[in-house]
């Protein structure tokens, strides 16, 4: 063996793949095409490599394959309330807002948009303090890094 196995997340676009490449290169800071594989030149794509905050990802485009659903998500720490604020706007403008920061986006990939700083209150080693961070989050849609303090 000369080349060491590479895991990729594969997502069945079922028919989408050029909307949601698209969306995710104006969503998304630092998205990367790796190839493109489009069979007829004016047809739709049939698979896509691609990656997204340098997370690897294969996208297929065929009609007809399963549905995605929450057993599986994208999750992404981000740096501050802005991206949080700015990445949940956009994912859940044509998609569903879920809890604890979790949503759905309008192809039907799950996704976890999280505060980095979140870990401060969650993970604090006063106990109270995390108590009432869990607690105050398990009641939130988009995370609030505001609110998960007193």
Known sequence: MTTQPQLKTFLW???????????????????????????????????????????????????????????????????????????WNALTERGTPGRCGWLVDEFGVSWQITPIQMGNWLDNPDPEVARYAMNAMMQMSKIVIDELHT
């Open 13 to 87: 676009f079922n028919g989408q793949l050029d909307a949601a490449l698209e969306f995710y290169q104006k969503t998304f800071i630092n998205v990367e095409i790796h190839h493109l594989n489009r069979p007829n030149p004016n047809g739709p794509l049939f698979t896509a490599g691609f990656s997204i905050f340098g997370h690897e990802l294969v996208g297929m485009n065929a009609p007809g394959g399963p549905q995605f659903n929450d057993a599986i998500s994208l999750s992404i720490g981000c740096d501050g309330q802005d991206e949080v604020d700015r990445l």
